[in-house]
């Protein structure tokens, strides 16, 4: 089996990987001639637990393979970046990209999957796009008799930090234009997933993607609303959700100061662009989880007005707990906020960062480890839950003045006046 992925990034890469594991030749494809590089020498451009040894073993039984250029296939997966313009309208240009550039190389038989989240009816566009390339080929769908390839929709749900895990033990939605393009991709994810494969229509798999997210993200700003409640009303909002999770039908999750990443903080905005009239709740619960960073800022502004110019320390970069991936990241945007009127006192700790990232390399903050920063640091910010600093004792802590916004040291005394 001949397998083309469509895309190296943090979900493209370990799926080849996988892919390639089963013992299909698996072609990667990058517009970035250094990634295709990197992988092609076995080595890998992202952090995720257990990919590099992965990476090097495909590579080197000769199963893995990455170019710029696509080859024919037998199946084509994409899984390729879908943005929101600054509008919040989804740019689906990279996947309309992916296509044309299957299009000159597709033959009947052949099966193409789309895994990029994507606004609902990116599938059938992209069918429609292969028709238009390809009028030789009977596409699903559009014709009476037997169709010459199949496409589906097959939503990536894997987490940063399990990807690898999440790949074969999570379930799968499988959308298929026609049914019979939804089986012919089953039998794909058959050969590597262990968890159940269900199958549905191209649409409703999409939808069913994007609800995943939305339901994360409105579940989120619920808690990330209680923790403003709770500062008014000068009640420990951590303490309220483990008592309330206590009663067996309500599972609240944990405020933060805000929602990161690529995922949870853009797709609801790919449902709210469809039907905006239907979707206040989706959309406010969006402007809570940004609304929740300026909160945190406006707080930590107070911290710093009242802590005369004493060294700040800023622990956590990362977008969530022990990963390296900065994108979307409310905890940098504080920092980022903090740093335009007191670089001289921020110290940022992030043991996921070897520099400061390009938004903080001029400021003037710096970067420190976690010693040097208990040691010089009389103020503590935490922004991420990464486990390092949640191992960090209260003796280490004692005397500091703290704003712990994600609840990480619940032993923290009441800040010395
Ligand atoms: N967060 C909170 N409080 C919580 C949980 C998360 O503030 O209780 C924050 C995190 O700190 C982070 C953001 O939300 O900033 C998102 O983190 P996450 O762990 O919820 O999700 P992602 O973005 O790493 O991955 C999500 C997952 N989706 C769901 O859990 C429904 C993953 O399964 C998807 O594959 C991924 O999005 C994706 O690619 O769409």
């Not at 009127?341 to 390399?361: F, G, K, M, N």
């Amino acid at each position: 089996l001949n397998v083309v992925v469509m895309g190296l990034g943090y979900i493209g890469l370990p799926t080849a990987a996988v892919i390639a594991r089963t013992g299909a030749r698996v072609l990667g494809i990058d517009v970035s001639a250094t990634v295709v590089d990197t992988v092609n020498e076995g080595r890998v451009h992202i952090e995720e637990v257990d990919l590099d040894g992965l990476v090097s073993g495909v590579v080197a039984r000769g199963t893995l393979r990455a170019s710029t250029e696509v080859a024919p296939a037998d199946i084509f997966v994409i899984a390729v970046p879908t943005p929101f313009a600054d509008d919040h309208q989804p740019d689906i240009a990279y996947v309309l990209q992916a296509a044309t550039s299957i299009a000159a190389v597709l033959k009947a038989g052949d099966t193409i999957i789309l895994e990029s989240t994507s606004p609902v009816g990116t599938t059938e566009q992209v069918r429609d796009l292969i028709a238009q390339l390809r009028p030789d080929l009977k596409v699903p769908g559009r014709c009476t008799d037997q169709p010459d390839i199949s496409i589906a929709y097959c939503p990536e749900r894997v987490l940063p930090g399990r990807i690898l895990v999440e790949l074969i033990d999570n379930d799968r939605v499988i959308g298929g234009i026609t049914p019979r393009c939804a089986r012919k991709a089953l039998a794909f994810y058959r050969r590597f997933v262990r968890g159940a494969c269900v199958t549905t229509t191209a649409r409703a798999a999409e939808m069913t993607k994007l609800t995943e997210n939305a339901f994360r993200d409105v579940n989120i700003a619920f808690a990330n609303e209680l923790s403003l409640v709770a500062d008014r009303l000068g009640v420990d909002v951590w303490e309220v959700i483990r008592l309330a999770n206590r009663h067996p039908r309500v599972n609240i999750l944990s405020p933060g100061p805000g929602v990161g990443g690529h995922c949870i903080a853009v797709d609801p905005w790919f449902l709210v662009a469809a039907a905006p009239e239907e979707t206040p709740l989706i959309r406010t619960a969006r402007e809570v989880n940004d609304g929740k960073t300026d909160h945190v800022v406006a707080q930590a502004e107070t911290l710093l007005a009242a802590t005369g110019d004493a060294p700040v320390a800023c622990f956590g970069l990362a977008f969530k707990a022990n990963i390296d991936d900065f994108r979307e990241s409310p905890a940098l945007r504080v920092v980022q906020a903090l740093a335009q009127s007191h670089a001289d006192r921020i110290r940022v700790v992030e043991p996921y960062a070897q520099a400061l990232p390009p938004t903080l390399a001029d400021t003037g903050a710096t970067l420190v480890d976690i010693d040097t920063a208990l040691e010089t640091c009389p103020v503590l910010i935490v922004l991420v839950d990464h486990d390092l600093f949640r191992s960090i004792p209260l003796e280490e802590r004692r005397g500091k003045r703290v704003l712990d916004t994600r609840g990480l040291w619940p032993d923290q005394p009441l800040a010395p006046a």
